[in-house]
């Protein structure tokens, strides 16, 4: 992808001093690509730390350079030209695991029924990359912004404004 | 308000409202759709608005605050189905209440104001077969395909609280102000104890019968039984 349309990339953000992980985000997203309520079928997770008092949101970043893609053995994750989101082809997929051991967040998860790698895929097929967490999440601690508003929000976070 | 709970609303930078500020909001945007409110403790409120006015309710939440959609709870109250609609605004628990009558049986979905109530809506029209208008995805979602229509677990049969040998008594009781012939027995023993064989009856004067039904609405009577006034006669039997 060229430089222009990786800063235009849709990538979503998360607000956690919003967030009041009522995992709506989870069961509407195993909702639509399930069809059935299992937060353990969910591509996004929501996480509390009680020595902080804070949510965490797991969510697939949607790298510029993905290690998962890079990893796996049969190319069967391969990032979008054009929007750039990372996806995980289930016909090419031959579960090894791979991806969800070298991503640092283990984003994809092993589905035991296909016996394949799942991941977040911006629920692009299905609703046009309009994806249904932020939809669900009523507090608006889900956001879908652009990769460029991302990377300020993000070094703003956790970096503390540091360059 | 706990130390802790301060603390981490301050960290959150939540505005934090009064439950009457939120109250007097509705009812000036509503108007005359709210019928009453209560707020039986601190950061807690139950409103009761008209079902057709629910959409505008929801709207007006969230024009001024962002409450977060908590859940829906249906209650089955026999003649009639009670939805409450729970959201939190910014700590406070505000619940919206709408009850309509069973012959309806249907309500608008807030699914494009809010998101998250589709599969709530789904499952209550599962179990309790209230029908959402304008649903995005009118399926099932708990119950299984050949599950048959007419059957809902959890709606009870559409009965009021009078008992079925009691109920013609009940409905020409409302309807005209008589009660059924009383018995021979009766009448004798009234006549023992000096007083004429059957009570003055309000069916005895025409005039007396508004007031006897006003007695009915100011005491409720005709909401409890279940009494439609356009009919005239009972809601079920």
């Known amino acids: 992808m060229a430089e222009k349309s990786i800063a235009k990339q849709r990538v979503l953000i998360y607000y956690p ?10 069961i509407g997203c195993a ?57 995980i082809n289930p016909m ?22 296909h016996r394949i790698a799942m991941k977040c895929d911006f629920c692009d097929p299905v609703r046009d990359g309009k994806p249904i967490c932020v939809e669900f999440c009523s507090p608006r601690a889900l956001e879908v912004v652009a990769r460029a508003e991302a990377w300020g929000f993000f070094r703003k976070r956790y970096f503390q404004g540091e360059e | 308000m706990g130390l802790l709970q301060k603390e981490v609303f301050s960290r959150r930078g939540i505005n934090t409202v009064t439950e ?13 759709d709210v019928i009453n409110y209560s707020v039986p403790q601190e950061r807690r409120e139950y409103i009761r608005i ?3 006015a629910l959409i505008k309710a929801v709207k007006a939440l969230s024009e001024k605050y962002h409450p977060r959609f908590m859940t829906i709870s249906a209650v089955d109250h026999g003649i009639d189905m009670e939805l409450l609609y729970h959201f939190d ?21 807030i699914t494009d104001l809010m998101r998250a109530a589709e599969f709530i809506e789904r499952e209550i029209n599962d179990l309790f077969g209230v029908k959402f208008r304008n649903h995005p995805k009118p399926e099932r979602l708990i119950l299984p395909r050949d599950w048959p229509p007419e059957n809902r677990p959890l709606r009870k049969p559409h009965e009021g609280a009078i008992p079925p040998s009691a ?17 021979s027995y009766v009448k004798r023993r009234r006549e023992k104890a000096g007083l004429p064989p059957s009570p003055p ?18 005491t409720n009577f005709d909401k409890k039984a279940g009494y439609d006034w356009k009919k005239k006669k009972l809601r079920y039997r």
């Not at chain 1, 697939?60 to 990032?79: F, K, L, M, T, Y």
């Not at chain 1, 090419?92 to 029924?113: A, E, Q």
């Not at chain 2, 009457?20 to 005359?32: A, G, H």
């Not at chain 2, 004067?205 to 007695?215: G, H, R, S, V, Y």
Request: proline share 4%; charged share 25%.
């Open chain 2, 89 to 109: 605004v910014d700590g406070n628990v505000v619940t919206l209440q709408t009850t309509f009558s069973k012959e309806m049986n249907e309500i608008d979905t």
């Open chain 1, 17 to 26: 001093e919003r967030c009041t992980g009522c995992k709506y985000c989870e």
């Open chain 2, 50 to 52: 008209k079902p057709a």
């Open chain 1, 31 to 87: 909702l639509l690509h399930f069809g059935e309520i299992n937060l353990e079928k969910s591509h996004i997770h929501t996480l509390f730390d009680e020595k902080t008092n804070e949510f965490e949101a797991l969510v697939c970043q949607h790298c510029e350079d993905p290690v998962c893609a890079a990893s796996c053995p049969v190319e069967a994750i391969v990032v979008d030209e054009k929007t750039g989101w990372v996806k």
């Open chain 2, 167 to 183: 109920r013609l008594p009940v409905e020409t009781l409302i309807s005209t102000g008589c009660l059924t012939t009383m018995s």
């Open chain 2, 20 to 32: 009457i500020e939120i109250v007097k909001y509705l009812q000036k945007k509503l108007k005359e």
């Open chain 2, 201 to 218: 009856a309000v069916c005895a004067d025409e005039e007396w019968l508004p007031e006897f039904q006003k007695i009915m609405k100011q």
């Open chain 1, 92 to 113: 090419k997929c031959i579960g090894c695991k791979t991806c969800i051991y070298v991503c640092p967040s283990s984003m994809p998860w092993f589905n035991r029924d």
